[in-house]
C-alpha cells in the first residue's frame, strides 16, 4: 500500500505491505492497515484510493500484485 503526504507522516512510511487474501476488498484491506495501531490507526476510515494507479472505489476486489494508494485530500486555490 503506498501512503502520500499526511498519511505519510502518519504511518512513519511511505510504503507499506499489507498481506491480504485474494478478493478481499480495499476497504478491508484499509482497516488492516488501521488495525496495525500507532500512526496506522489515524488513517481515515474512507480514504480516497487508486487501485493500479486508477481512482477506484473502496468496494473493489484486490488481487495478488495490486497496488493500492491512499491519497489523501488537497487543497487548492
Known sequence: MLLFALYRDLAGDGEVLVDVP?????????????EKGGGFARLPEEPVIALNQEYSDLEADLHDGDELALLPPVAGG
Not at 22 to 34: E, K
Open 22 to 34: 485474494p478478493g478481499t476488498t480495499a476497504r478491508a484491506a484499509v482497516r488492516a492497515l488501521r
